[in-house]
């Protein structure tokens, strides 16, 4: 019995310093919270903090404005781009 509550113990510590790592990460991209709603729910969710850890962003032109991409970096596909005048 004490082995296994050992190996429980063991096995939430590890996933709490896996995910804090991944929120950290996320956190330190420097996205304001409004950029990371990625699925623009209008709020922003652990998920997507920690998904903000996957992300990366690139300067892009959309109909001669320079914008913002945000993109996966597990594929490079876009996610969502942010330009200057909100659109």
């Keep these: ?5 050992l190996l429980t113990i063991v ?5 709490l310093g896996y995910f ?8 330190r991209n ?3 919270y409004t950029v990371m709603d990625w699925n623009q729910d209008g709020k922003t969710s652990i998920g ?3 998904d903000s850890s996957d992300v ?3 300067q892009t032109i ?3 404005i ?3 991409e945000y993109f996966a970096y597990k594929d490079g596909l876009p996610i969502k781009i942010i330009c200057p005048d909100g659109r």
């Design 20 to 27: 804090s790592i991944r929120i950290f990460i996320g956190y």
């Design 30 to 32: 420097g996205y304001d």
């Design 48 to 50: 997507e903090i920690i």
């Design 66 to 68: 320079e914008c913002v």
């Design 62 to 64: 959309v109909n001669g």
């Design 1 to 5: 019995m004490k082995k296994i509550l």
């Design 56 to 58: 990366g962003t690139r």
């Design 11 to 15: 096995f939430l510590l590890i996933s």
